[in-house]
């Protein structure tokens, strides 16, 4: 006789776990990383194998030793974090920082706040900050692009088009479809707009994002920036330009979407977006900082929680007031 069984909603499920989610982004981020290695060689493996490695192995630790928690390195979001903390990273960055920075993502940004789901602020971004405001000079020193290289502390450096934009204007910048496709220096995932692009194409198709956050942010700093071009192109830069240059294009698609720090509903996705773009523009043409995309990304986590409060969609059965 078959037996009636009587469970509480949801009843249908769709497959989606931690780890299938986590995992469709590490595919995702495979072509930017193909195109680092091929641009900065040896130097763009070594930064992020030892990114990913002590993000596991600090996550391990702090679990087993500390919070004495059963190990959850295999829903794969310290890879993850790994990942995209390496992504954000000179390639001729020493290692021993970017064991700080790990140790920074994971024991500060994450399992200090009770681990996935609780952290307030994008992990990544958190041990990426860090690193800049306590070592300016080696984050912000850029190896110039040299095909499958095996320099690795000692490769040749050069200034990257937000730092050019800095320092001389519009003048003297790449070509945009340089830009485009990665030739140009910078943090080694950030520099392939079309890598990245393809990945968000993947994540969208494979609905682990939805559109709102990466469009709204794009779309916001591409008509801020063109306002001001338009009020003066001598001074300010092609909106085009800051599409395809810093990281705005990785932030928008990869860390912007995180689950845990970005609001819930569509509207307010799209109210977070738009106060990235606009926090973004403003610090990379007004700002001391050539880059402003992790300090908009951290500064809309902390807002989330207001967004999330304000703009939520109606419960079911709801009445309109």
Same mark, same amino acid.
């Given at each position: 006789?078959?037996?009636l069984?009587?469970?509480?909603?949801?009843h249908?499920?769709?497959?989606?776990?931690?780890?299938?989610?986590?995992?469709?982004?590490?595919?995702?981020?495979?072509?930017?990383?193909?195109?680092?290695?091929?641009?900065?060689?040896l130097?763009?493996?070594?930064?992020?194998?030892?990114?990913?490695?002590?993000?596991?192995?600090?996550?391990?630790l702090?679990q087993?030793f500390?919070?004495?928690?059963k190990?959850?390195i295999?829903?794969l979001s310290?890879v993850l974090t790994g990942?995209?903390?390496?992504?954000n990273?000179?390639?001729?960055?020493?290692?021993w920082?970017?064991?700080?920075?790990a140790?920074?993502?994971?024991?500060?940004?994450?399992?200090?706040f009770g681990?996935?789901g609780?952290?307030?602020?994008?992990?990544?971004?958190?041990?990426?900050v860090?690193?800049?405001?306590s070592?300016p000079? #080696? !984050?912000?020193?850029?190896? &110039?692009?040299?095909p %499958?290289?095996?320099n690795y502390?000692d $490769?040749?450096?050069a200034?990257?088009?937000?730092?050019?934009m800095?320092?001389?204007?519009?003048?003297?910048l790449?070509?945009l479809?340089?830009?485009f496709i990665?030739n140009?220096?910078?943090?080694?995932?950030e520099?392939?707009?079309?890598?990245l692009?393809?990945?968000?194409?993947?994540?969208i198709?494979?609905?682990t994002?939805t559109?709102?956050?990466?469009?709204?942010?794009?779309l916001?700093?591409?008509v801020?920036?063109g306002?001001?071009?338009?009020?003066?192109?001598?001074?300010?830069?092609? #909106? !085009?330009?800051?599409?395809l &240059?810093?990281?705005l %294009?990785?932030g928008?698609?990869?860390? $912007?979407?995180?689950?845990?720090t970005?609001?819930?509903?569509?509207?307010?996705?799209?109210?977070?977006?738009?106060?990235?773009?606009?926090?973004?523009?403003?610090i990379r043409?007004?700002?001391s900082?050539?880059?402003?995309?992790?300090?908009a990304?951290?500064i809309?986590?902390?807002?989330t929680p207001?967004?999330n409060?304000?703009?939520h969609?109606k419960?079911f059965?709801?009445?309109?007031?």
């Amino acid at each position: 006789m078959n037996k009636l069984i009587v469970a509480p909603a949801p009843h249908v499920h769709s497959g989606d776990s931690v780890r299938k989610n986590m995992l469709n982004v590490i595919i995702a981020l495979i072509p930017a990383y193909l195109v680092s290695l091929y641009f900065f060689g040896l130097g763009a493996f070594i930064v992020s194998a030892t990114a990913v490695v002590s993000c596991v192995v600090f996550e391990y630790l702090i679990q087993r030793f500390i919070c004495k928690q059963k190990s959850s390195i295999g829903d794969l979001s310290a890879v993850l974090t790994g990942m995209l903390l390496g992504f954000n990273l000179p390639s001729n960055l020493p290692v021993w920082m970017v064991v700080v920075g790990a140790l920074v993502a994971i024991g500060v940004a994450k399992m200090s706040f009770g681990g996935l789901g609780n952290n307030l602020f994008n992990p990544a971004l958190v041990g990426r900050v860090f690193l800049l405001i306590s070592f300016p000079a #080696p !984050m912000t020193t850029w190896p &110039t692009p040299s095909p %499958m290289t095996m320099n690795y502390l000692d $490769a040749q450096t050069a200034a990257t088009p937000l730092s050019l934009m800095k320092e001389k204007g519009t003048e003297a910048l790449p070509a945009l479809w340089d830009m485009f496709i990665g030739n140009m220096g910078g943090s080694l995932g950030e520099v392939s707009a079309l890598a990245l692009l393809i990945g968000g194409i993947y994540l969208i198709a494979t609905k682990t994002i939805t559109w709102h956050i990466p469009v709204s942010v794009l779309l916001t700093a591409f008509v801020f920036s063109g306002i001001l071009w338009l009020v003066d192109g001598t001074v300010y830069a092609n #909106p !085009m330009v800051h599409l395809l &240059t810093g990281g705005l %294009m990785l932030g928008a698609i990869f860390m $912007a979407t995180d689950y845990v720090t970005s609001p819930m509903s569509p509207l307010g996705q799209l109210v977070y977006g738009v106060g990235i773009g606009i926090i973004t523009i403003v610090i990379r043409v007004f700002g001391s900082y050539p880059e402003g995309m992790s300090f908009a990304i951290l500064i809309m986590n902390a807002a989330t929680p207001l967004i999330n409060m304000y703009i939520h969609p109606k419960r079911f059965g709801e009445n309109k007031k």
